[in-house]
């Protein structure tokens, strides 16, 4: 969605502190955690764009929000699942961290990419995402599925 994407690159280009723009989670209910972590970089669109030189980044990230939700929500890693969507509901790269319990968001095969297996296909290839064959699921009567049918 372009409004979702050109709302991201202002927040990020503008420094204003969107820390809790968008809320899914009401901050309390620790089985609903669920957050996004946006790289600044306006380069990376999907995990089509991932390469081997951007897993400092992304593991960066990881290990940051991870720290950062058991600091101030005390959730450990462990019950956390990190994943990306594709594809995305925007396009600008960004990391969904969800408790392991949270079932809205999508966080399903066919729609999510465990963020453990892209580090891994891409420390394999570094152009695993470019190359691949990704299958993914859409709504009925999402405007692609009528152009299929």
């Known amino acids: 969605n372009f409004v979702r994407a050109r709302w991201t690159w202002r927040t990020l280009s503008s420094g204003i502190n969107a820390e809790y723009g968008d809320l899914k989670w009401d901050l309390v209910t620790s089985e609903n955690m669920y957050c996004l972590a946006i790289p600044s970089r306006s380069d990376l669109f999907t995990i089509r764009d991932i390469r081997r030189k951007h897993l400092p980044m992304l593991k960066k990230m990881r290990d940051k ?36 319990r949270y079932m809205a968001g999508s966080p399903f095969i066919g729609k999510s990419i465990a963020l453990s297996d892209v580090i891994q296909n891409v420390e394999l290839k570094s152009e695993y995402y470019r190359d691949a064959t990704l299958v993914y699921y859409i709504k009925d009567g999402h405007a692609l599925s009528r152009e299929l049918d």
């Open 65 to 100: 929000c991870l720290a950062t939700i058991k600091e101030e929500f005390d959730i450990p890693a462990s019950q956390i699942r990190v994943y990306f969507h594709y594809q995305p509901a925007y396009y600008h790269l960004h990391l969904h961290f969800a408790h392991i």
